[in-house]
C-alpha cells in the first residue's frame, strides 16, 4: 500500500491513518482509488484481523530491536480487562495485561443509517434562506442563516462549533485556501461548545469564502446601522434583526428557523442540522475520500467511530446512483495530512 502511495521509504514513521488506510486498502481491493466491490470478493474480517495482528506484531519488534517508534503510536489504548475463566482464573495472573491496538476491525455494522440530505434538498434549504439576485447585485433573504446551512453542509461541523465560532475563525484564502478554526472556548456567551474540546482546522472551498465575505459586508453595515462595534473576535453568527442586537446566534433561533422552513415544505419533514454532518461525511466516502480523513474532518476521536456510523455507504449502490456526489463536493478543499488532529 505504502508503494502504491509512493510512501514505501516511510514505512518507519507511519501511524494510525496509515494503518487504517491499510485496513482499507485491503476492503478496496489492494488499490488506493476507492472502488465498489461485490461483498463475495471482500477478505474476511477474520483476514482482515489476522493481516492487521502481523503488520501490528512487526512494528512490535521493529520497536525492541530498532527502536522503530510506530509500536507506540498504535498501541497507546488503555490494557482490555483480561475475561473471567472462573475455574482457569489462575492462568489470568500469568499474563500481563497488553495494551490493546488502536486500529481494530468493525466486524459489525450499524442497522440504523445516519439519516441525509440529497444535494438538492440541501440547495432547496439554502435557497430557503436567501437567494442572489443578479439583476440587483444583492442577497433576497436572510444572509445569515444561509451561510450557517452552507458552512454545516461543507465542513460537517457541529451545530454547536458553529455556534460557537467568531469572525476571525474563518479564515480567507488569499491566494492559498480557506480554512475555518474550530476552537475549543468555555466562554461563549450563548453556551455553544465544541464537543471533547478538541480543535481542528477544516480546508474549505471558494463559494463558501465569498458567501463568508459577502455576510461579513452585511454584517458591518448593519452595525454601522445600529451604532455597535464589531471586532475580530466577535461572534460569526448574531441576531441582526431582532434584540439584543448582535448577540451571539442561540440554538433556538435556529430551531425556530428549521421549523419554519419545514412548515414551507422545504427538506425532508425531519430534518435538523445534524443531517448535514451525516450528509457531509457520506458525500465525502462516496466521493472517494479515505475514511481516516473524514474521520479527522468531523473531530471524530477515533476512526472508528466514523467506520461505525458511515461503514455501509460504500455498498449502497442505490445511494451513489442518487446524485454525482463527486460534482456535489468539487469545490470543497478536502486536505489530509495538512488538517490538524
Keep these: 500500500m505504502l508503494e502504491e502511495r509512493g510512501e514505501a521509504e516511510a514505512w518507519a514513521e507511519v501511524g494510525v491513518p496509515a ?18 466491490m461485490p ?4 477478505p ?13 506484531s512487526f512494528y512490535r519488534w521493529q520497536a525492541a530491536v530498532h527502536d522503530v517508534p510506530v509500536a507506540r503510536r498504535l498501541l497507546k489504548g488503555a490494557p482490555r480487562r483480561a475475561p473471567a475463566r472462573g475455574l482457569l482464573s489462575h492462568l489470568d495472573a500469568r499474563t ?6 488502536l486500529v481494530r476491525v468493525r466486524r459489525t455494522r450499524r442497522r440504523d443509517r445516519p439519516p441525509i440530505l440529497l444535494p438538492q434538498q440541501v440547495q432547496a434549504i439554502m435557497d430557503g434562506c436567501a437567494i442572489h439576485d443578479g439583476g440587483a447585485g444583492e442577497w433576497v433573504g436572510n444572509l445569515r442563516d444561509r451561510l450557517l446551512f452552507a458552512l454545516l453542509a461543507e465542513t460537517g461541523m457541529r451545530l454547536g462549533e458553529a455556534l460557537g465560532m467568531r469572525i476571525s475563525d474563518l479564515v ?8 475555518v478554526e474550530v476552537v475549543p472556548r468555555e ?39 445600529l451604532g455597535l462595534p464589531v471586532t475580530a473576535e466577535h ?21 425556530d428557523k428549521v421549523s419554519t422552513l419545514k412548515r414551507k415544505g422545504v427538506g425532508p419533514a425531519a430534518w435538523t442540522p445534524h443531517w448535514f454532518r451525516h450528509t457531509h461525511a457520506t458525500a465525502l466516502l462516496l466521493g472517494g475520500t479515505p475514511d481516516w480523513v473524514v474521520s479527522r474532518r468531523l473531530g471524530h476521536a477515533h476512526v472508528q467511530t466514523t467506520l ?27 486536505h489530509g495530512t495538512a488538517e490538524r488532529a
Excluded at 494503518?19 to 465498489?36: D, I, M, P
Excluded at 500481563?96 to 491496538?101: D, E, G, H, Q, Y
Excluded at 477544516?202 to 446601522?225: I, M, S
Excluded at 458511515?310 to 456535489?328: F, I, P, T
Design 39 to 42: 461483498q463475495e470478493d471482500r
Design 235 to 255: 461572534p460569526l453568527f448574531v441576531n441582526l434583526d431582532r434584540p439584543p442586537f448582535l448577540a451571539a446566534l442561540s440554538e433556538g433561533t435556529v430551531r
Design 19 to 36: 494503518v487504517t488506510a491499510f485496513l482499507s486498502w485491503l476492503r478496496n481491493g489492494r488499490k488506493v482509488q476507492f472502488e465498489a
Design 96 to 101: 500481563a495485561p497488553a495494551p490493546s491496538s
Design 44 to 56: 474476511s474480517d477474520d483476514t482482515l484481523e489476522a493481516r492487521l495482528g502481523a503488520v501490528i
Design 172 to 179: 480567507m484564502g488569499r491566494g492559498g485556501t480557506p480554512y
Design 308 to 334: 461505525d456510523l458511515y461503514g455501509w455507504v460504500s455498498e449502497d449502490e442505490a445511494l451513489r446512483a442518487a446524485a454525482n456526489w463527486k460534482q456535489y463536493t468539487q469545490g470543497w478543499r478536502v
Design 187 to 225: 466562554d461563549n456567551p450563548n453556551q455553544a461548545r465544541v464537543k471533547m474540546m478538541r480543535a481542528r482546522r477544516v480546508y474549505v472551498g471558494t463559494d463558501l469564502e465569498r458567501l463568508y465575505a459577502d455576510y461579513l459586508t452585511h454584517l458591518a453595515c448593519r452595525a454601522a446601522e
